[in-house]
């Protein structure tokens, strides 16, 4: 026999920071920011910037557990990456010619021109992999919403709560987590579920967007999280 599912309307309760977080079965997206090989992998453009791209491995696992937990209740799922067009035409020169790293964005390095759509490392790591029915968005700016199609997509499913997971914590999901708020939306931080170059970054962003009864929004854990579904 199939288990009863929650009518679609049901509302879970998180005991996340610094209160408790309800959450809409059915209008929650998961939001996985930029979990692409030109971040995690060695030669991409994380590694480009001097950037030890081990420190963001600890964050697959519970995103990965997140995503099971969503692909089973058929709720929505948001891949994003960074990246530009071949031309660059989206790529603001204060962007790809700030500072001094090994390769500049649209330069050819081992996993083809960096930041580039289509190119192998703006591809989402295996592990993480799309299915059918996943939105997979490119984004060129930090923000997920900034010359998107998101806000769009959201609306027209009726979705009113976003969980961030991704790297890094400071750069793309923390922009993009404050553009979600300022749209309307109920954003939670997955503590497990993100990670950046700088440990000292991340702790300062999941406090900085949780502090003041939560100015951003929610924090907790995956197993807290996975624990309330
Ligand atoms: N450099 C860095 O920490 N991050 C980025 O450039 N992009 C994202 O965070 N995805």
Not at 3 to 18: E, I, K, N, S
Not at 37 to 52: K, Q, T, V
Not at 176 to 186: H, I, L, Q, T
Not at 213 to 220: E, Y
Request: proline share 9%; aromatic share 8%.
């Amino acid at each position: 026999m199939d288990m009863p599912t929650a009518p679609a309307d049901a509302l879970h309760t998180v005991p996340a920071f610094p209160f408790e977080y309800k959450l809409p079965a059915g209008k929650t997206a998961l939001v996985i920011i930029d979990m692409q090989r030109d971040f995690i992998e060695p030669g991409g453009f994380g590694a480009s910037l001097g950037n030890d791209v081990s420190r963001l491995i600890p964050a697959i696992a519970p995103i990965s557990m997140l995503l099971e937990a969503w692909r089973a209740r058929g709720w929505p799922v948001v891949h994003t990456r960074e990246a530009h067009k071949p031309d660059l035409s989206d790529c603001p020169p204060a962007k790809r010619d700030r500072g001094s790293p090994s390769l500049r964005i649209g330069e050819p390095g081992p996993m083809g021109r960096l930041l580039i759509s289509g190119e192998p490392g703006v591809d989402i790591i295996p592990e993480l992999y799309p299915v059918a029915g996943e939105l997979v968005l490119d984004k060129p700016g930090k923000g997920a919403f900034y010359a998107t199609g998101l806000g769009d997509w959201l609306k027209a499913r009726d979705i009113t709560h976003l969980i961030f997971t991704g790297v890094t914590t400071e750069v793309c999901v923390q922009t993009s987590m404050r553009e979600a708020n300022d749209r309307g939306y109920d954003c939670l931080i997955v503590e497990d579920g993100t990670e950046s170059y700088f440990p000292e970054y991340k702790a300062a962003a999941l406090e900085m967007l949780t502090a003041q009864g939560g100015i951003i929004g929610w924090r907790c854990d995956s197993k807290t999280l996975l624990a309330s579904l």
